[in-house]
């Protein structure tokens, strides 16, 4: 069997071109431009291509979107104070600190400092305690693109052994927690591995539906998963670079492999980062529907 591709950059082309729309409609029916503000601290490359992604996404459909750079040295109250300038900021409906933050600021007090209505990355813990009861909230990014590929794919979550290696706070916590909620694309009986887990391959072999977020490239095996799983690939490695200058990707599964046996998968590069950046547009939508009333 070689296993269907879950194109994150298909599913996300669709889902721009329905964001598209409702940024035109809010604007000819209620003279509403969604706004959205990154704060990037820093001149860290791999951070500088994300922010710039996501500028460049907003532009694309019509968000007025504004990229603010800080030198590395910029210290916390100055940056807690910028955030405080867009929280009032009417206009701004979407603030986005690019994270890592350097080592000297406190990037939970930063993340805490947001207005959880703007709060479009779905990182500030009135958000998260949302999320986890079920509540309207924002959803993180990253689960929030998994959750639409799987969706959107049609592949059934109800019942299904959903493994997730990985328990980073913006990945493996809050899909393991958007997986089992009692809804549609949830009510999956999940299984969260990390570094501490016995027999990691006991747990894998059982998946429906693996999710990988570890970072260490090819991590996966063949031999770990059975066949027909679904596998969601979220690592981004970084393993050479081409003659072009171009990082070389990999993600945490050996994708060769497995593609034989799954059936599907989503690639690297082109699977879960452009749903990252594409839900981030569709929080900010949403943030911006929500300061006007709109939903
Ligand atoms: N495509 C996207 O949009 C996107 C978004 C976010 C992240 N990413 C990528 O996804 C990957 C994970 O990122 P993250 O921020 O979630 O990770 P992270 O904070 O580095 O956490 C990694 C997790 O993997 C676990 N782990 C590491 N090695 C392991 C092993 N050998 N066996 C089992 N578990 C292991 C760690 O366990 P412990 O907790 O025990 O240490 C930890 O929970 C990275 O490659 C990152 O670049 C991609």
Known sequence: MSAKILSGTETAKTIREELTVEVAELKDKHNVVPGLVTILVGEDPASQSYVTAKNKTAKALGINSEQVTLPVDTNEEDLLALVEKYNNDAAVNGILVQLPLPKHV??????????????????????????????????????????????????????????????????????????????????????LCHTRTKDLAFHTKRADILIAAVGVPKVITGDMVKEGVVVIDVGVNRIGKAESGKAILAGDVDFDAIKEKAAAITPVPGGVGPMTITMLMKNTVQAAKMANGLL
């Open 106 to 191: 406190n990037e939970a007090k930063v993340l805490d400092s947001i207005d959880p209505n703007k709060d479009v990355d779905g990182f500030h813990p009135v958000n998260v305690g949302n999320m986890v009861l079920g509540e309207k909230c924002f959803l993180p990014c990253t689960p929030h693109g998994i959750l639409e590929l799987l969706q959107r794919s049609g592949t059934e979550t109800s019942g299904a052994e959903v493994v997730i290696v990985g328990r980073s706070n913006i990945v493996g916590k809050p899909i393991a927690n958007l997986m089992l909620q009692k809804r549609e694309g949830g009510n999956a009986t999940v299984t």
